[in-house]
């Protein structure tokens, strides 16, 4: 059975023992110091040294008591296509719990969650965060006493658990970790984000540069062959991308969501020629090749479960509930471990994956494993299976890039980014429901470790139409891929994916690791993110506008963080697509076309406007401070100095430091 990952390249642990003597029980209490992180860990391991067996229905990883500063609560919630959303709550007489009990660290609650006093702000305020190294059920209580003291203490969730320790046996706690900022919650985030960098992922894609990948799921869905995969992949390497992903559908009878998970076998219907002479194929295009896999997972319609019924989870003699048409596979089976390390071991070698997306689309909701004497273990001991199964897979195949997933974010946690650099943020990739989706992952997890895509609009879930370049702006502060069906783009189109592929080319260390802070908008329909390179010699602003409003007021746009010196702040060019003007082209064009008709159609797919061209000279004091932008136009002609941002419009900003050669990497 695998074992807890933790955090590493820690300065000092301190470590204090503690024994009950009548008992014979020994506590041992870890206490690791990360200080460029600002960051302290805790874990707790509990030994049996009484010839009694020894019964754990609840083991905290830590505890801390913080004196009463007022605070406010927040925490990251949602569900599937709205996770993570912040919400915020005074801290009251009582107790307050921020839990799971899904199986998995949950896209209803995720572990991390922060303490701040209640006047704090992104850049001022004391902000305490805690997170935990854990992806199953997790519990954190925040309690205020009658003395003023708020209690936090945060681990495993008690919720139908029961461990029997025998005579000189351990258990150990998943590992908490807390952190404090003086400078608001940008402060504590750059504390996090510097720790999952330095300190949680490891291997061969520690601060590597994330590739750009296209991947088939929202163009197919599960329609596809070989021949639409591979013209897709053309397209795609045309555009500038570096990474093909075949999503779900390629194995077994996978031609729905009702059969084939478990039969990592190649559909031959859809793949004659073989999984790795398709991956061939694409590597001589010079994509590199990656593969979905759902390997927790088996529909009853499957060749596993017809020969291997009871490598399910559930009870013997009760029904299975199904969720999404499957059955989790029971990791506390060592056959089950071994069978999913064997059989996705191989497929991976055969067709030299260089990256896997790796998924887990349901809750677990009956803990019951015919392995275990006592069912109280389960959901731990899922945990502690998966561990195993990914180290097993994965340490012998360092080059692998791994990207986790859970129906999107329902697994976005510390553990799993031990083992998979980088997470797939949401299902939901209309860009203006990421803006909260990764703008409350961001509070404890870096860019470097987000996927985010630019995908279809109107968007599949939300039917809301975004341009081109909002979906580009905003996922771009993120691991880059596209998720579309390229067909069917303009020439237009092509020709400005292309150019924001290579923008992010030239600047995704700033984007993955540069240091990131959300800024307060002084308007309610803005959001601003910008990220500035290690140097601080230079950055890039998003500036995101959700409804537009008639005659605004002045905006200013500020960026902090840089040093002294004089900057120049331009816009990322991006197109203006004429479909945007609809039948108001008649007021500027020579000729008056049909808003609906063939001769704007064909203009459209040919021709675009330059988008909002700005370009500045200031001090870091004045960018600090906000520089006006010019007002949003709602009058009467266009040229391209006129801000037209609209519903959903956006701009990025290339902030650069004047006679500063060379020092636009990290
Ligand atoms: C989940 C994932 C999606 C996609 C589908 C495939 O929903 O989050 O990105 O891979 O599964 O079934």
Redesign the pocket.
Known sequence: MGTLPSAYGADQTLAVTLEDTSAKVILSLYYTVFEQANVITRRAVLTNESQEPLVIRRMMSMMVDLPDLKFDLYTLDGG?IKEAHLHRRPVEYGMMTNSSTTGASSNRHNPAFMLATSTATEDHGHVYGFNLIYSGNHASYIEKSGRDIVRVAVGLNPHCFEWSLGQGESFETPEAVMTFSSRGFNGMSHNMHYFVNEHIVRGNWKKRERPILI?S??AF??DFDDGKLVQLAKKAKELGIELFVL???WFGERNH?QAGLGDYTVNKKKFPRGLKAFADQLRDLGLDFGL?V?PEMVNPDSDLYREHPEYAVGHPTKKPVKG?NQLVLDLCQKAVRDYIVDKVGAILDEAKVSYV?W?M?RHIGEGYSIALKRQGEFYHRYILGLYEVLSRIFRDRPGILLES????GNRFDLGMLCFSPQI?S??NTDPIARLKIQAGLSYFYPLSSMGAHVSQSPHQQTLRATPLSTRFNVACFGCLGY?LDLKHLTPEEKKEITEQIAFYKQYRRVFQYGTFSRLKAEKENKVIWQCVNQNKTMALAGLFQTLANAAEGEERLSVKGLDAGVYSMRTRPQRLHLARFGGLLKHVSPVELNPDGFLLRQANRHYSLADCVEAYQCSAAALSFGIPLPNQFTGTGYNENIRMLGDFGSNLYIIEQLNVEGENDE
């Open positions: 599937w991947n799921w929202e869905y599960f999503d779900d559908g969501d979905w759902e999404r997306k998924d689309n997933c859970s129906s999107g797939w949401s299902d998720e």
